[in-house]
Structures are given as structure tokens and as C-alpha cells.
């Protein structure tokens, strides 16, 4: 069923030069969660891609522009219908989609800039019930209200489904002087009711490291790490290294690292950023804890 749908995405994105980076879920690392990451490069197409649908799990949907000016304009238009409805996305968002919420088909209208395009879910394995785009029609008055999903286009702490992202509410840079870094959008259960533990920060070049000491969860944790160049997207453009189980590992390419829940990792340490590396850690978690934190 996976493959059929994968098959089904790269047929639908035909019309956008693309690249199908990396994915995880059971079927790869026993009990972990579902991730699936590609770059679209460039483009335009009014072709509708993906199936609407619906499944019974949580899921965000994420769409990261590359304009290191202004990380929050997306570089183009993308039109994703939620619960029926059409929304134009132009801006960097992550869109939770709830259980049972019906979403989809997308229109990749036009990418003027790379676009970094993630699904990601608690659930281990990836399945959906597919209606039929011809299925997809307005809802009737009394059936209209709040919608079922949210959109998170700036960084905030709290609420909001859609805001201005002049950047007032991101926290102060990282104290290490020597990493020129942003912190663009973040997800919890005290940002959105029901939703999980996401964050995305652009690297842009120098070295520094995480702020979080060595620590382990409760709860699996994702930490990808992403390069941008369009010829070599699997080149990281410079080096990292994360200790895992007080193993130093070094890390070069476009990765995503699979932590069991348990198990001791960090320090994560950017040794030598030379190129826009857009990072992101996820758990399937509503908050984010740790050994470190003080719950």
C-alpha cells in the first residue's frame, strides 16, 4: 500500500522538478514513525497531485521556503484543500491535519525557490482511505464553523492557525557569536490542542551546537538534518556530529537520525556549516521532555 502511494506521488509530481530525499517509518526502524521528505525545485502545474482523502491518525504537513532574506515566504503558491476547503499557501506553514479530517488533493500552482516538502505522523505505519477528487465539493452553511485543521506560519508559543511573520515573537539567537542561525516555526499540544513535538531551524554557516545537553526520552525522537543545494541535495555543504549512546558519530549528508525512546543522545554539534542547512527534530509526543527538562 506505501509503495503504491509513493509510486502515486512521484507520478503526480511529474510536472515539478522534485527529489524524493529520505523516509522513515516501521517498515525501515522497528516501532519508529512515519516521515517522508522531498525537495520540489522548481516549477509551476495546475495538475491537482495526491488523492483526497482521509486516515485515523494525526498528521502535519509541512512546506518550507528557502528565501534565507525571508525564511517565511514560501517562493511560490501551493493550493492544499482541508476539510474540503482550498487554501493557498504561500508562506513557510505546518498544517495539522487531525484524525479524521479530510485533506488533499495539492496543486503545486508554482515554485519560483526550492520548497522543502514534509509529511510526518506518530503513527508507525502510513495508510489512508482515498475518496476520489471528484468527491471534493463545498460544505453546506449550517456544516461550516472552525475549521478542523490549523495552519502555523510563524513562530509562536501559543495559538494561532495563521499570523503576519514579521519575525516579533522568535526568540533571541543562539549565544554562540560564530553560527548565523533561525529558528522559524515550532509545534506542541500548548501551540495547537492535540498536536505534536516539531521544530525547524534554518543553519545558515559557522559552527555552534544544540543547546540541549546529553539526555534521553520517553518517546522516540527524529533529528534530520537537510541540505539545500539543488545539484547535490544529499551533500550537507559541511559537517555535524551527534553522540548516540556516547558514541560520536560525524555526520555529512542529508540524514535523519532514528532515537529509540530511552536511549542517551546529544551533544548535537555543527562543526562547520558552509551552506543553508535547514535542521528539524519531531516526537511523537505533545510536549517535548526529556531527562534534561524538569516536567
Known amino acids: 500500500m506505501q ?40 516549477g509551476s502545474s495546475e495538475r491537482l497531485s495526491e488523492e483526497y482523502h482521509v486516515h485515523e491518525f494525526d498528521e502535519v504537513i509541512g512546506f518550507i521556503g528557502t528565501n534565507h532574506e525571508d525564511p517565511y515566504d514560501l517562493g511560490g503558491k501551493i493550493t492544499i484543500w482541508l476539510d474540503g476547503k482550498p487554501e493557498e499557501i504561500t508562506k513557510t506553514s505546518l498544517i495539522f491535519v487531525p484524525a479524521g479530517t ?19 505522523s506518530p503513527e508507525k505505519k502510513y495508510t489512508r482511505q482515498n475518496l476520489g477528487n471528484e468527491n471534493i465539493s463545498a460544505k453546506p452553511a449550517e456544516e461550516t464553523g472552525k475549521p478542523k485543521y490549523t495552519i502555523i506560519s510563524e513562530l509562536t508559543k501559543k495559538d494561532f492557525s495563521v499570523a503576519a511573520s514579521d519575525g516579533k515573537n522568535s526568540p533571541p539567537p543562539p549565544p554562540n557569536p560564530n553560527m548565523k542561525s533561525k529558528r ?31 539526555h534521553s526520552h520517553d518517546w522516540e525522537e527524529l533529528i534530520a538534518m537537510v541540505g539545500s543545494d539543488p545539484e547535490h541535495p544529499h551533500d550537507l555543504g559541511g559537517t555535524m556530529s551527534i553522540a548516540l549512546d556516547g558514541e ?48
Open 3 to 42: 509503495e503504491k502511494i509513493k509510486a502515486e506521488r512521484s507520478k503526480h509530481q511529474s510536472t515539478i522538478k522534485s527529489t524524493h530525499l529520505l523516509s522513515v517509518d516501521d517498515s525501515i526502524i522497528k516501532d519508529f514513525f512515519y516521515v517522508d521528505c522531498v525537495w520540489l525545485w522548481g
Open 102 to 120: 479530510k485533506h488533499c488533493p495539492i496543486v503545486f500552482n508554482k515554485i519560483d525557490k526550492p520548497v522543502f516538502f514534509m509529511t510526518i
Open 184 to 214: 522559524i516555526l515550532h509545534l506542541e499540544g500548548d501551540v495547537v490542542n492535540g498536536a505534536f513535538y516539531l521544530d525547524f531551524v534554518w543553519l545558515y554557516e559557522g559552527s555552534g551546537q544544540a543547546p540541549a545537553p546529553e
Open 248 to 295: 560520536t558519530h560525524i555526520i555529512s549528508k542529508s540524514s535523519l537520525v532514528c532515537i529509540p525512546k530511552g536511549l542517551k543522545h546529544c551533544p548535537w554539534k555543527f562543526l562547520d556549516i558552509k551552506k543553508p542547512t535547514l535542521v528539524f527534530t519531531a516526537g511523537p509526543s505533545g510536549m517535548y521532555t526529556g531527562t534534561h527538562k524538569k516536567n
